[in-house]
């Protein structure tokens, strides 16, 4: 399609451009000895084999470019890898410590269950312990006072 377009464009200037320089051109080509025909086939050829170099650099562009993007994908995907790994690790540090601080919380706390539950045995002890103490009293005076008056003490 290039060669036809150059072709093209070529006959264009030919058909509009100046009459005194096509015929000096052909009259300088018959001179030489040259075809007007051959010096535009190889004009055409000379565009043809520009053209194909041209579409050669343009795919070895296009493949450098590829292997760029290639290269910057895997780039950016080892470091969402590696970005991932971390925030796992630090996931994983975090629940290890969240885990540590519950098990100390839990002992304190069972250790400050157990301390109520001892203070609250010695002075359930302590209270049966004057409950006790004072009921015998009682009873051991109120015996007393039976046992006086029964001999008959009557000032008790």
């Known amino acids: 399609m290039a060669t036809t377009m150059t072709k093209n464009r070529q006959a264009k200037r030919v058909a509009t451009g100046d009459e005194d320089r096509m015929v000096d051109s052909a009259t300088g080509a018959l001179e030489e000895g040259k075809d007007p025909l051959s010096e535009l086939m190889n004009q055409a050829q000379s565009a043809y084999v520009s053209y194909l170099q041209a579409q050669r650099k343009v ?5 450098e470019r590829q292997r760029q993007g290639e ?5 950016i ?11 796992m690790q630090e996931a994983a540090e975090a629940l290890h410590k969240a885990e540590e601080e ?5 002992r304190e706390a069972k250790a400050r269950a157990e301390r109520a539950y001892q203070e609250s045995m010695r002075e359930a002890l ?4 004057e409950t006790v103490d004072r009921a015998w009293a009682e009873t051991s005076g109120t015996s ?3 046992w006086q008056i029964f001999q008959g003490d009557t000032e008790a």
């Open 71 to 75: 290269h910057a994908f895997k780039g």
């Open 59 to 63: 795919a070895t562009a296009y493949q």
């Open 77 to 87: 995907e080892e470091q969402a890898a590696a970005s991932c790994a971390q925030a």
């Open 102 to 106: 519950a098990e100390e919380a839990y």
């Open 126 to 129: 302590r209270v049966r312990q």
């Open 144 to 146: 007393d006072r039976i």
